[in-house]
């Protein structure tokens, strides 16, 4: 692989080598890649990404690693990191930040600002990146409703562009991110000024409902599949069929919540798929629909 190390570090990353991918997953799953590259500023980001790609090098950028599933064999491409993008900004109600900071803790802030909007996204794993890209909701409420823009990256032009949100091609689980080679730098975010006591008490009891649904105790992908249509509800729909406890090694479909496929102690990327694979398996004989796993998965 044709990296000059010495000179990467020269322009501001840390550079780590041949680095195990499960250091950085909430799912505690992932082989080694040979180089794990974290750029100190959005500008050293997009000077990196420069850099990579007029090297032909094949690259995966990594925010929370928290809606992802990584195989942990040898892998044979290099990570970018965003955990350094995580400049923001409030001015009135609008809300602006880099893509490396965690969604959880970005709806704190707007609580701190008396800024309602962010509320459902006050106990979801991974970075705002990570919720560009999937387009991540919880309890009614889903990163599409809040987005003004966001500044991408163009992968082919080696160019920055702002795409306003209705270029953004906002879906269920998915995004443009899904369609075009753009990657995420920041968004401009716009909520809704409210009583700060009444956004925070909002946030204690959506905590207390994911600590008591969820297995959050637990390494996982969190939600590991997506509804197939709506109103259909696959960890209800896995219950019933008697799968919770299910397991295959370490692999186990949570007991708490049976749309969770956690990691008791050692699983395996074989172990997630076999087990994603078979549950499958038993939704489509039994109520004749096609699951489609959520997490983006690295081969």
């Not at 996204?121 to 909701?137: E, H, K, R």
């Not at 270029?167 to 080679?181: A, P, T, W």
């Not at 969770?260 to 398996?281: M, P, Q, R, T, W």
């Amino acid at each position: 692989m044709n990296l000059d190390l010495k000179y990467l570090y020269s322009l501001g990353n840390n550079i780590l080598i041949n680095e195990p991918m499960k250091k950085h997953t909430t799912f505690k799953i992932g082989g080694i890649v040979p180089y794990y590259i974290i750029p100190k500023t959005k500008n050293i980001f997009i000077n990196t990404l420069n850099y990579i790609i007029e090297k032909n090098i094949n690259f995966k950028i990594i925010g929370g690693g928290a809606n992802l599933l990584i195989n942990d064999s040898t892998l044979n491409f290099i990570v970018l990191s965003t955990e350094y993008l995580t400049g923001y900004s409030v001015k009135e109600n609008i809300l602006y930040s880099e893509v490396g900071i965690p969604i959880s803790r970005l709806s704190y802030i707007a609580m701190e600002n008396s800024l309602s909007g962010l509320e459902f996204a006050s106990g979801i794993p991974g970075t705002l990146g990570g919720a560009l890209f999937m387009n991540a909701g919880a309890y009614g409420g889903q990163i599409s409703d809040v987005i003004l823009n966001v500044e991408v990256y163009d992968t082919k032009e080696k160019k920055t562009h702002i795409l306003e949100k209705d270029l953004l091609n906002f879906n269920y689980r998915k995004s443009i991110f899904h369609e075009r080679k753009y990657i995420a730098l920041s968004a401009y975010i716009k909520l809704n000024k409210k009583d700060k006591k009444e956004i925070e008490n909002k946030m204690k009891d959506l905590s207390i409902k994911r600590w008591e649904k969820q297995p959050l105790e637990y390494p996982s992908a969190g939600s590991f599949f997506k509804r197939p249509r709506p109103n259909f509800y696959v960890g209800t729909t896995i219950e019933k069929l008697g799968l919770k406890g299910y397991s295959i090694g370490d692999a186990e479909i949570s007991n708490k919540h049976a749309g969770f496929i956690i990691n008791k102690g050692n699983a395996k990327f074989e172990d997630v798929i076999k087990l994603s694979e078979y549950v499958k398996k038993i939704v489509k004989e039994s109520y004749g629909e096609d699951l489609e796993i959520e997490p983006e998965i690295w081969w």
